[in-house]
């Protein structure tokens, strides 16, 4: 079927479900949000399917999970690996070691030595060797892909990592999926601070001979890569399509839409463009102040914003700690600038964490808790609004990346 | 640290020679400003990542705030309360699952480290030892 033909066709089909009330077993919205009102694309090559849920550990809220398929470079042995968290906050794929079963060709360094990274998030780390799989994702491929397998056994954490503090992400009940696909604005996952050695390498990648880990200089191709921008096509950024969400459900289902502007279903249409300044974020001011370190991070599992003092939003303490627990439903109005002037303003609303989780559901709107000095638009920020992440130096019809659009 | 000519391993909590020694650790460059109830010591790491190191009118660092495109290391930022920091975490990571920013307020310590890759933004303060007139919204 042509593009312009599946446009039709797609058309046609949103028409006769808005006509009838039989729809149900064909939409895949069977637990949320009846009305959306932005277009969630159905198929085509360049469309996997995003489910909302508890994730495989059963305990995430505001996850977003695709499945992903990688192959030994080069061969047709492959494996398909499902609940793979969407994240637009980061760069490369990461898969646990223990949801593997096919064994990827392990990175060496220079020396002949494994690659190993560790890479912070922000209250884990991931730690684990750097591999080479053919990745493929709806029907887009990547060869030879950098990838992290995450293990804290197959290689010792070295102290400079194990000096951030943080606990491992490395295993199913820590991570609570299956891996991390990072399609963020960036196409490596630390870029050139990584490549030199000395002072300035922020020690992020290690070759690993067996007397022990050392920091090493990673090129820009050997480090671990957003694979959408190794596409063979479709390849400058990629759409978040989620529904509204009216009320708390047990999940929700959307699309992870490739490319901009590339076919029929990924044009920008009216969406707004909002270009990131040089450390990847937005100024969003709030109360007559900016806050100039925001962003928009579908791996991030609420809206994360200011203080208690600054927002009156009520901590939730211990027994939830992290989110805000309002006495009732708060309405929060911001205003989100972008480095080349785009502006617009922004309404979310933040519910009690603790009723919200009382309830055995994983679909929440109003999930929001403190983030120091920022806004941080997490994956409630995606319900219901189509979210393009570009990928910098990608050329699309909205300029080139990296930016925002929504 | 046996042999080195740091008088102390820590910043948090420590006085003004393990701010400098934060500054040799971090192969950084530093600048002093001063408040009415306190001075902070800026120190621009190599890696890109600056920390400001916020030191009482006695001479204690009561608080630390830090941003760049890659985390310090906690463990020479925190010094003695690098461990108190380490546990909260790992008390935390229980229950619900999911990517958000971290916040430890405890006695004694509080800690809060937000962002993403890239970009991270991060404070410490005792909160006890914060001068009165001084609120954490200060310390950025």
Redesign the interface.
Known sequence: MSPGKLAVFTFLVGLACALSTGCGGSSSHTNAAPNPTNPVAQSGNNVAPISVNS?P?G?????AFVSVTVCIPGTSTCQTISDV?V?T???GLRLLSSALTISLVQQNSAAGTPVVEC??????YTWGPVQSADVQIAGEKAGSVPVQVLSDTDFTVPA?C??????SADTLP???ANGIL?V?L?AQ???S?CSLA???????YYECPASGCQVIAEGLTQQVQNPVALFASDNNGVIIELPAVSAPAATLTGSLVFGIGTQSNNALGTATVYTPNA???LTTTYKGASYN?S?I?S????Y?FL?S??TGLT?CGSA????YCPSSITNISATNQGSNGASGTVNISVANAATL?SQNDSVFSDLG??????F?F?LPFFFGRNVFTAIEGKSTTGGTGPYWAY | MVGTSFPAWAALGGDIASVEADQVHM?GTRRVTTAAAYTVHEIQG???TVVREYVSSEGKVFALAW?G???P????L?GTY?DQ??AA??S??G???????????QPGLAV????????????AYIPEQMPSSV???AI?
């Not at chain 2, 290391?73 to 020479?76: A, F, L, N, S, Y």
């Not at chain 2, 809060?112 to 404070?123: D, K, N, P, T, V």
């Open positions: 994730g550990a305990s995430y809220v505001d996850g968290l994240d906050g980061s760069t890479l912070p998030f922000l209250n884990t400079g194990k000096n951030l503090g943080l606990t820590a991570l609570g990072g963020g960036f996952d630390c870029g601070a000395g002072s300035t390498n922020p020690g992020l450390s990847g974020n370190t962003f991070d791996g991030s599992n609420g994360f203080d003092t600054i901590d939830e700690s992290g989110f989780f808790g403190p983030a120091p000095n920022m941080d997490g | 192969q190599a890696s890109g941003q495109p890659w985390l290391d906690m463990r020479q925190l690098f920091y380490a975490i790992k935390q990571s229950g619900r699952i999911g990517r958000r920013p971290l916040v430890i307020e809060e480290l937000a962002g993403h890759s890239r970009s991270f933004i991060g404070r609120g954490a919204e950025r």
